[in-house]
Nanobody
Framework: QLVESGGGSVQAGGSLRLSCAAS????????MGWFRQAPGKEREFIAA????????AYADSVKGRFTISRNDAQSTVFLQMNSLKPEDTAVYYC????????????????????WGQGTQVTVSS
């Protein structure tokens, strides 16, 4: 089970930190990722982190503004979002990879087998 938190409403230029707490399974052996979905749009990749924690990947639209991290002791993955823009408005979902011990950062939603319920992020101009 994945439970996201930390969403909310902020002004453009502000920051938010999303958390995704996992239960069940061996969290430390799974790649994790963040995706978002705006109204009328498909779910899009935002950031991913390897199970080793040492490798990350980002969508070009958030590179340099968002940072993904994980704390295996807490079974939690984070998304620090800075310099937020109105176009960042969406429901944000965390996902856990279908298989453990991945070899590459997972950027496709098809590679994720478990999803949280989502948390709304609204950025006003």
């Amino acid at each position: 089970q994945l439970v996201e938190s930390g969403g909310g409403s902020v002004q453009a230029g502000g920051s938010l930190r999303l958390s995704c707490a996992a239960s069940g399974g061996t969290f430390s052996t799974y790649d994790m990722g963040w995706f978002r979905q705006a109204p009328g749009k498909e779910r899009e990749f935002i950031a991913a982190i390897r199970w080793t924690g040492g490798r990350t990947a980002y969508a070009d639209s958030v590179k340099g503004r968002f940072t993904i991290s994980r704390n295996d002791a807490q079974s939690t993955v984070f998304l620090q979002m800075n310099s937020l823009k109105p176009e960042d408005t969406a429901v944000y979902y965390c996902g856990r990879a279908k298989s453990s011990y991945g070899l590459f950062e997972r950027v496709s939603s098809a590679e994720y087998g478990y999803w949280g319920q989502g948390t709304q992020v609204t950025v006003s101009s």
